[in-house]
């Protein structure tokens, strides 16, 4: 697993990068610069001429040279524009807060009790029409409109962070976010995922805020959705009718009918890019899938280089319009779309093998893939999905979907140091998957398929490669026994079959060497 980039750069001596300050910071920014940046309204100081954040068109460091010549006793308004006469005074960070009078205290966290419930309000204020919100200019100091609402917030937070393990810098980031939203919708106001998704600008997780208003009723998702976006960008040439009709075809492939299990979002796009470019061939003919021929189906899927695959997705597509009725007759009945291609599993060479190994050594969460995949011969999916409860180290098991197999000295060597890198990136972590990210860390989602690519990108080969290699491995141990393999890995009986047609092909090359 590549080392969780937290901050942009560790702790050090360094200066930042808007107003100069010298100090112990982690990243570019100083923290009041950090803070500044997110109510910034431009990106140029009149008075600097500098290209830095700046609220009015001057930057923080002209706001606090404009300061310190005005002095602690100024009761005047001040001159923002006299850095441009006497230069910039540079400061060390942390050293211009006001001195005198007591230390400010920190503000105890109030314990949870029934009141941090919020009552919704009796009566509300209709709105005439809604306007869409900027939070980029709401300050997270100014008062919340409902603050029974914030408080109720603020403690369902709480409770959030301390079941999936957020750090304390996390949960003041929420706080903040909560109550900037607080801060601009007035008492009973639905508050729309879209609004919230602007707290990113401002430096808030928006994620983990969306998770503290999930299932709540003053919450209004309206998020667009990326598969209808998809159709809206590539569907958008078609007639009327046919658009309405591959909207059920996606719709029932989406939910599913009562017999057919819902697909996944990428088998859709899979089954719409097979199918796009017959329609878009014959965009200019065709007002409505009625009128699709035999004919035009077998004349296009002749020149097609993956003729199986989209002859598949056709089929699925005319097969749901005839069962729902929206076409007369079938025209994929009869058409065969060929054999899909098999292909051969191969071993991975000598060169191969070592180039993993030595890979491997360098990240713990790539060494536990390599381990899963190349000895236990686990599919990506169980790789992901693999929880924390089905890896026993002292009882040397492993449980992935109840195969419950022994564990071996190499898989239980790199499981053990990626766990305790895992708790020293992450010690409050209640992710209950084996494997985390950066992002997955703080919630109780597996990592998905762009975190593994990323991870196994500099490898020579990839995942399902080293699955194919264990297996052809223990084929080759068994004598090609194809219910050995079926037992051993859970496969079915054409993939078992796959692999010892393989393991022989590769005997009877190596007999026929002179």
Known sequence: MSTPVRRSRPWA?????????WGWIDRPRCKACWGFTSKATSRHCDVCTREVAALDGICRLCRRQASLIAGPDNKTRVDLTVAA????????????RPRGGPRPQPVPSEPWSPRS??????WTELLLFEMPRELRGVSSKAPPLDPQLFASLSARAARIAELHGWPPRTLGSVRRGIRILC???RPGERMRASTITQLTYTAVPANHVLAVFDELNIFLDDRPDSLDAWREEHLSFLASDVRSELGVWIDILRHGPPRRRPRARATVITNLRSILPFLTEHAGRYTTLRQVTQDDITSWLADRPHRAYDASALRSLFGTLKAE???FANPMRGVKGGKLAIKIPASLTADEVESVAAAALQDPALRVVVALSGV?????RQIRAMLLEQVDLPGRRLDPEGLNRPLDDYTAEAIGEYLANRHHHWPNSTNPHLLVSRNTATTTTAVGTFWMDRLVKDLPVGVDRLRQDRILEEALASGADPLHLAHVFSLGARTSLRYTTAVAVSAAEHESLP
């Not at 001596?13 to 300050?21: A, E, L, Q, Y």
């Not at 006469?85 to 211009?96: D, E, N, S, V």
């Not at 419930?117 to 009796?122: G, S, Y």
């Open 117 to 122: 419930h919020h009552v919704p309000p009796r």
């Open 183 to 185: 801060a601009v919708h």
């Open 325 to 327: 009725r929206l076409i």
């Open 376 to 380: 236990h011969a686990l599919p990506a």
């Open 85 to 96: 006469r006497t230069g910039q005074q540079f400061f060390i960070i942390g050293t211009l």
């Open 13 to 21: 001596t360094r200066s930042c990068r808007d107003c100069f300050g």
